[in-house]
């Protein structure tokens, strides 16, 4: 091809140049950026030589069930990629300048919450659960149980990169806003109920980067549903179900039918989840979870609900609404 040097370029499609910058305005896009440069904060210099020297005086079902829960929850805070690669996407569609400024915040915060969960592991059960050698049938099952829900996140994580071909980005970020504001009251009192240092100043770090998510989400979203048909608000009705029911693992309690896991999962994560409660973790019960994720729900469906875009029917929680049927691995943007 022959390039005339006397015309401007013609650049390819969906490429991350030419450059743009928008620096004028001073929304809230650009507040959140810049509060979130201020609000950072250094997951190496929190205490965990204290969290070593309390597993040395712990049992090794509750090592093994503190683990099982971090690593868990790392299923969900794995989402450095899924920011990494909606930062390259921001830039292949001409994303707002502050926008492209906050999702590599994100990416940043992301990082950090899955280096908290391996740091816990690391103190607690090093190796677990890859080099983990179980000792007995109920250590097995343990293991096992963590892989097959990582399992699950590479099964989201292929549909999530296909999505960008499907849906406009201020859609797919409505999948997990819903569970943005539910995290932010989970963690919040996790950082007053946990006992083991430095989980309380894990958590209510972690509580504050994911409140700045949420606000993120919600302009993001509020800016673009100004500008969207019914069929696009009905695509955010579904993706609000979807967040729900994929966070629910951690923040909740597993779907059933959704999340392909071993027989017997449900009643050994319960249990593991109440020998982690009273080895100081903090976990919220089942009730405060409800509690949690109803008022999630009633607080963005009050957001929403200004812009004609309906919440989702939830009977798990007692929340009626527009039903939505199939939730699939397709309709799962894997983040948290």
């Given amino acids: ?22 620096f004028e305005d001073d929304s ?25 020297e309390a597993a040395s005086g712990l049992e090794q079902r509750e090592k093994l069930a503190l683990s099982y829960w971090w690593a868990l929850l790392s299923t969900f805070d794995n989402a ?36 908290v969960c391996g740091r816990s592991i690391q103190c607690l059960l090093p190796g677990f659960p890859n080099k983990f050698k179980p000792a007995n049938e109920f250590e097995e099952s343990v293991r096992r149980n963590v892989l097959w829900v990582w399992y699950n996140g590479s099964r989201y994580w ?49 509580s504050v980067d994911e ?16 500008r969207m048909n019914e069929e696009k608000k009905a695509l955010v009705t579904r993706q609000m179900k979807a967040g729900f029911t994929f966070l629910s693992l951690i923040t909740y309690k597993p779907p059933k039918g959704f999340w392909k896991l071993p027989p017997g999962f449900e009643d050994m994560h319960y249990k593991l989840e109440g020998i982690a409660r009273d080895a100081g973790l903090g976990v919220p019960t089942l009730e405060e979870k409800e509690k949690a994720w ?33 939730i699939s691995e397709a309709d799962v943007m894997p983040v948290f």
């Fill in 80 to 115: 450095a990629p899924v920011f990494a690669y909606a930062l390259v996407k921001a830039h292949e569609l001409e994303v707002k300048t502050r926008y492209k400024g906050f999702i590599t915040m994100v990416t940043c915060d992301e990082c950090r919450h899955n280096f």
């Fill in 28 to 52: 809230l896009g650009w507040k959140l950026y810049r509060r979130s440069k201020a609000e950072q904060w250094d997951e190496d210099k929190l205490d965990w030589a204290k969290l070593r």
């Fill in 294 to 326: 109803r008022e999630a729900v009633l607080r963005v469906g009050a957001a929403v609900a200004k812009y004609g875009v309906k919440i989702p029917e939830i009977p798990e929680l007692g929340i009626s609404g527009e039903e939505v049927k199939d």
């Fill in 1 to 22: 091809m022959s390039l005339d040097f006397n015309k401007d370029p013609e650049f390819p499609r969906e490429s991350i140049y030419p450059e743009n910058w928008e």
């Fill in 158 to 206: 292929n549909a999530y990169k296909e999505s960008y071909n499907k849906y406009d980005i201020d859609i797919l970020f409505t999948s997990f806003m819903m569970g943005e504001a539910a995290a932010t009251t989970v963690f919040t009192e996790m950082g007053k109920l946990a006992k083991l240092k430095p989980f309380p100043e894990a958590f209510r770090s972690i």
């Fill in 211 to 226: 409140t700045r998510h949420y606000a993120f989400t919600h302009v993001l979203m509020q800016e673009g549903l100004e």
